[in-house]
Structures are given as structure tokens and as C-alpha cells.
């Protein structure tokens, strides 16, 4: 019997939210991709798999801080030295648009055992007798692949394709991420293979027979809110059958939350619903959201913000989305928080883009100083 282990979309190095870990300082969502790395790699340790297939996106960027490339480097290290091999290509965010910026994996090119596909074609390892074929995110996948398709003459051994991208297919649903440079590529004609582990697509999926999203390692937006988080084991039994079971990691808590609908409650009841919801959901640790709909924009100006805020103090996010009731049209609003008439201003001089011929500088400290002296004028009076 063989054994691999089959995961992808870990973007170890994200962060988000402004919620510090408190044992190391860092970023709490940072951590929690480095948590959930580690996990993986003590599991497949007692494990031991013949192979460990990393689909793309290991990294969330194309320059990872020195922390994240530190500790990746410390994990690859840990199945190297256990004797495990790890096959990585590079997905759409580790890869650089410009080949001269040069890819971190190259860095790991030199660890025994691990195996890194970045250089934009397509590559065949060969670890006993199980082929990888690799295709990293490429400026022509369709063409990589046809080159796949001719090095898997499928006689012998295991031959697995890895490959990050959209996959297209007869009577197969969407699996776009909506990225600018997201890869597409057709699967139809790959069906001389073994088994396709892919990556890119967030949600563990069975695509084929053959065929498996492992799916990301944490939760990295509201579209996963409901997904199970993990990696998959394939096993190959001796009469060529084939199991692939799902095996769930732990991950942060998140919930988005069931929306309020404020149609047809007065503002007491808006009040009161904003509250309970927020407690019934005990926030601590998680990240949060909460619709808030069709809200009078009276109301939201008379909400106890400060009373919000220490509510939600313990998760890691809390986000409540503002849709406003205006006569009859609605409007949202992302980051409801309104500051003081200096702070707003300020931003809007940093956000808006006015004409090549206005000195931003200028306007900026032309308004600063109307204000001051409008302030003094006011507290003259
Ligand atoms: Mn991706």
C-alpha cells in the first residue's frame, strides 16, 4: 500500500485584523497559519506517508517576512531529517509576476527530501515508484500540461499530477477564487492518472474519481465560514483501488452571524437584537460578523459604540456590516465608524484622487488650517 498526503492554500505568512497574539506579539491570524502548519507536520510524523503533495500557496505573498520563511524552513527541516519527501509547487501568490524578482522557494531547493516546482514550466519527480508531475502557476498552463500529458505514459508506478489553478470540466461546477491572476485549466483530457491533487480552490472537494481539492488549511474569509479545514490522505491499495480520507485540522472560530433585519422593529428592538446577538454568540476568540439591515440612519447614530466595542472586546474580529435605510434606496457602509472632522478629512485627502493640477499638499494644509481657525473662532464664542 502507498500513502500520501495531499494539501495546499496553508498562505502561511497572512495576517489580518488588528488582534496580537499574546505569547509571541505577533499578529493573531499570522499565528494561527503557522499553527496550523505545524499541526500538519506532527501529524505526518506519526504518520509517516510515503509522500507529502503540497498544491500551491504555501505562502501567502511572493516576499514573505524572514519570520515566516524562518519557520517554514524549520518545519521542511522536521520531514526532511524524519526521512519524509515534500513536493511543493508554487501557487498564484508565492509566484512573481517578474521572473527576476526570484522566488523564495529557491530556498529551500538545497533541504534533502523536499522537492520545490516554481520555475514557470512543467516537471516530472520521481520519488521510487511514484511519478509527481508538477506544474506550478505557469504563463501558459495548457501548454504545460500537454507536455504532462505526453511524459504519462501511465505504464508503471503511481503517476499523480499536482497542479494550482481553476479547473474546468464537463458538468463540473465553478471553482473560481476571483483573482486577478488566477490560472484556468481544463481537466477532461487528464484521465489517464491516478489521482490530480489540486490546489487553489479553498473548499475540500471531490472533483472526480481522481480528482481532489484539498482545500486550505484555515479559514481566510466569509465564503469558508461554513468549511471543514484539513488536508486529505490518499491511499493505493495493491489491486489499484484508491481511499482518500479527509482529515480535519483544528482552526480559528469563525460565524457569521445570522443578519438583523430591522424593517420592521423600532429602535429599542434594533438595540436590544444587536446585543443579544452578540452575546448569544460568546465572541471570544473567534472572528465574527453581523449584518446589520436596513438600519435608520437616527438609530445607527444613536447606538452605544463604546458599550459595542466592549461587548466584542474579546474575539479576534468582530465586524458588524451597516446596510442604512434611506427613504427608500439602501446604502452600506464597510467602515461605519465616523471620527472627528480632522481625522475624516485627512482620510478623505488620502483616498481621493483629484485632478494631476491640484497641489494635494497644498489642499491638504489649506483645510487643516480652516479648521483651526474655525475651532478657535467657535471656542472664542
Ligand atoms: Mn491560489
Not at 519570520?67 to 521542511?76: C, K, M, P
Not at 499536482?162 to 476571483?178: N, Q
Not at 446604502?331 to 478623505?348: D, G, I, K, N
Request: include cysteine.
Amino acid at each position: 500500500m502507498k500513502k500520501i498526503f495531499h494539501l495546499a492554500d496553508t498562505h502561511i505568512g497572512y495576517s489580518a485584523y488588528r488582534k496580537i497574539d499574546e505569547v509571541t506579539g505577533l499578529n493573531q491570524r499570522e499565528v494561527d497559519t503557522y499553527e496550523t502548519f505545524k499541526q500538519f507536520v506532527d501529524y505526518a510524523l506519526n504518520e509517516k506517508p510515503d509522500v507529502i503533495l503540497h498544491a500551491g500557496d504555501l505562502f501567502d505573498s511572493v516576499r514573505p517576512t524572514n519570520r515566516a520563511i524562518s519557520f517554514v524552513l524549520g518545519q521542511l527541516i522536521r520531514l526532511s531529517d524524519a526521512g519524509i519527501p515534500f513536493v511543493v509547487i508554487s501557487g498564484n501568490h508565492e509566484t512573481p509576476r517578474l521572473k527576476e524578482t526570484g522566488s523564495v522557494f529557491s530556498l529551500f531547493e538545497h533541504i534533502p527530501e523536499v522537492y520545490v516546482v516554481y520555475e514557470n514550466k512543467y516537471e516530472l519527480i520521481e520519488i521510487d515508484d511514484t511519478k509527481v508531475h508538477a506544474i506550478p502557476h505557469c504563463d501558459d498552463i495548457e501548454g504545460e500540461k500537454k507536455k504532462m500529458r505526453l511524459n504519462n505514459d501511465n505504464n508503471d508506478g503511481f503517476n499523480v499530477a499536482l497542479l494550482h489553478a481553476s479547473v474546468l470540466g464537463a458538468g463540473l461546477p465553478i471553482f473560481m477564487m476571483g483573482e486577478f491572476n488566477e490560472q484556468v485549466v481544463n481537466i477532461d483530457d487528464l484521465t489517464n492518472f491516478d489521482y490530480l491533487a489540486l490546489g487553489h480552490f479553498h473548499g475540500c472537494t471531490k472533483v472526480r474519481e481522481n480528482a481532489y481539492y484539498a482545500g486550505s488549511t484555515e479559514k481566510f474569509s466569509f465564503n469558508e465560514v461554513n468549511d471543514k479545514k484539513g488536508f486529505l490522505e490518499v491511499r493505493f491499495g495493491e489491486d489499484g483501488g484508491r481511499e482518500v480520507i479527509f482529515h480535519e485540522l483544528r482552526t480559528r472560530g469563525m460565524e457569521d452571524l445570522e443578519p438583523i433585519v430591522c424593517s420592521s422593529l423600532d429602535e429599542h428592538e434594533i438595540k436590544s437584537a444587536i446585543k443579544n446577538r452578540i452575546q448569544e454568540c460568546n465572541p471570544q476568540n473567534k472572528v465574527v460578523r453581523l449584518k446589520v439591515q436596513d438600519i435608520p440612519m437616527h438609530v445607527y447614530h444613536s447606538l452605544d459604540f463604546d458599550d459595542m466595542k466592549r461587548l466584542t472586546r474579546s474575539a479576534v474580529h468582530f465586524e458588524i456590516k451597516y446596510e442604512f435605510r434611506r427613504d427608500n434606496e439602501s446604502f452600506s457602509a464597510e467602515h461605519p465608524a465616523f471620527h472627528s472632522l480632522h481625522t475624516e478629512f485627512l482620510r478623505f485627502i488620502r483616498k481621493y484622487t483629484i485632478g494631476a493640477h491640484i497641489d494635494k499638499a497644498r489642499l491638504k494644509g489649506l483645510g487643516l488650517r480652516y479648521m483651526q481657525e474655525w475651532e478657535m473662532d467657535s471656542e472664542e464664542e
